[in-house]
């Protein structure tokens, strides 16, 4: 089991930066990927960012690709999401994410921390 905890959200205004940070327990972190979704009122969830378990590999959505980045310290047992330049359509509930690196979908959920970037 893992557990995650999502924190540094807030409101902001356009083109301000935001850090997100998940703090994950009950699991080693180092063989767990992890990721951060989001969701939109009336809009589907979608993928923001994904790490592998090393580090190595980063994949982005393409309404974040270049201004947001995905980071891990594992020694630290958490996750961070550095957002730049943020625009309105970002605002959304972010979920930090977890699964075995064996495992197709991500098992794990965070609670969510609210972003809301105003105009």
């Known amino acids: 089991q893992v557990q995650l905890v999502e924190s540094g959200g807030g409101l902001v205004q356009a083109g301000d930066s935001l850090r997100l940070s998940c703090a994950a327990s009950g699991r080693t972190l180092s063989s767990v990927d992890m990721g951060w979704f989001r969701q939109a009122p009336g809009k589907e969830r979608e993928v923001v960012a994904r790490?592998?378990?090393?580090?190595?590999?980063?994949y982005y959505g393409d309404a974040v690709k270049g201004r947001f980045t995905i980071s891990r310290d594992n020694a630290k047992n958490t996750v961070y999401l550095q957002m730049n330049s943020l625009k309105p359509e970002d605002t959304a509930v972010y979920y930090c994410?977890?699964?075995?690196?064996?495992?197709?979908?991500?098992?794990?959920w965070g609670q969510g921390t609210q972003v809301t970037v105003s105009s």
């Open positions: 790490i592998s378990w090393s580090g190595l590999t980063t």
């Open positions: 994410v977890a699964k075995k690196s064996s495992s197709y979908n991500y098992e794990y």
